[in-house]
Nanobody
């Protein structure tokens, strides 16, 4: 199984984008797993941005995106979203969704994430 991403693109500073992350196999129910969004900016290491636990009661955000990004899921569509508002130049990166197949947001290193999306480019530019 793999994760299939959509969304992203080019947006001006202050604009919004929504990224989607769905499972390639409908039998792989994302609702049972914590889903994490990562991003990798040019010349930088990939970093965690946000995580949503299985029970939706716990969300985690990297400090620089708090108050601007919102992670959510639609179980009926088997999809997890990352709504990004008030985008800044420094949000420019390739964004990935992934899961380490746990049901809570862990502090696992990225090498322990078993299932990844293909990545999608987000470019914030005027």
């Amino acid at each position: 199984v793999r994760l299939v991403q959509s969304g992203g693109g080019l947006v001006q500073p202050g604009g919004s984008l929504r990224l989607s992350c769905a499972a390639s196999d409908s039998d792989f129910a994302l609702e049972w797993y914590a889903i994490t969004w990562f991003r990798q900016a040019p010349g930088k290491e990939r970093e965690g941005v946000s995580c949503l636990s299985m029970k939706d009661s716990i969300t985690v955000y990297e400090d620089s995106v708090k108050g601007r990004f919102t992670i959510s899921r639609d179980n009926a569509k088997n999809t997890v979203y990352l709504q990004m508002n008030s985008l800044k130049f420094e949000d420019t990166a390739v964004y990935f969704c992934a899961t380490d197949l746990l049901d809570y947001c862990s502090d696992n290193t990225q090498m322990n994430y078993d299932v990844w999306g293909q990545g999608t480019q987000v470019t914030v530019s005027s």
